[in-house]
């Protein structure tokens, strides 16, 4: 049991974030929106970059406090990153949210589409790796 | 102080990405193989976090206001067509094919990580396409 204790303290501690950025600024703390924002130059900007800024300096301050190794670097191709994140990037601006702003926040206000998109991603992304994994076998 | 609680916002949200072991892609990789090696872990984070967030938005959206500024800011969108579900379903494509998210991807960029970068550049691509086609 003690093995699943890090990323249910991790969940919980992502829930406390999304909760302070609800509570003192007004804003669901959906990550795909608040990149794309951020780059298309919206007024009122500083506030985004500074908290994509805190998304880059948490891990560092995680794996410096704790001692904690980086996890390994993927061994998958280059492709397959550019790949992952072209689709990513069309999705997430296409549905609207990825996982923070549809799982963590949109089920956190009890969105129905939010718990749609969730299931709906959840899915594809598992049909994705048994296709890639168990038919394909690995790429 | 917005911008200030914006970051602090950041770094924790990033800190619980890193504990949970979300920022690496093998653990996410092995969650949405649940007919492989399964690896659990991203469904405690999940519930974990939306544990805390199905509690608080609760109390919190009860507020006339938040703290620092006059209004919520919340997507009023409540319609459920194709783009939301053709979306979810691309996005969920691009999470299996490589094994990030986008907050995940963002703080990897810590690691100093090229293939991360090389993720994060051509999402941000998918994003700006998939806005000029949708203008068209």
Redesign the interface.
Known sequence: MLTYSTPLIGGLIIGIAASAMLYFIGRIAGISGIVWSAISARADNSWRWLFISGLLAGPILYHALFNAPYPAASDLPWWQAAAGGLLVGIGTKLGSGCTSGHAVCGLGRLSLRSLLATVTFMTSGMVTVYVIRHLLGGL | ???????????????????????????V?GF?????HWV???A???????????I??RF??RRQ?????E?????D????DM?????????????????????P???????L????L??????????????TL?QT
């Open positions: 102080m917005k911008p200030l609680v914006a970051l602090l916002c950041g770094i924790i949200f990033g800190f619980g990405l890193a504990i949970s072991g979300m920022t690496d892609t093998a653990k990789l949405l193989d649940p007919f492989g659990p872990d991203l405690f984070t999940m519930s974990g976090a939306v544990f805390v967030t199905i608080s938005f919190i959206l206001s938040p703290v620092l500024v209004d919520f800011n919340l997507p969108n409540k319609s459920i783009r939301l579900l053709a979306g979810a379903a691309i996005f969920g494509v691009g999470w299996g094919v490589y094994g990030y998210c986008p907050g991807a963002i703080s990897a960029l810590a690691y990580d090229g293939k991360a090389v993720f994060v550049i051509a999402m941000v691509t998918g994003m700006a396409f998939t806005n949708s």
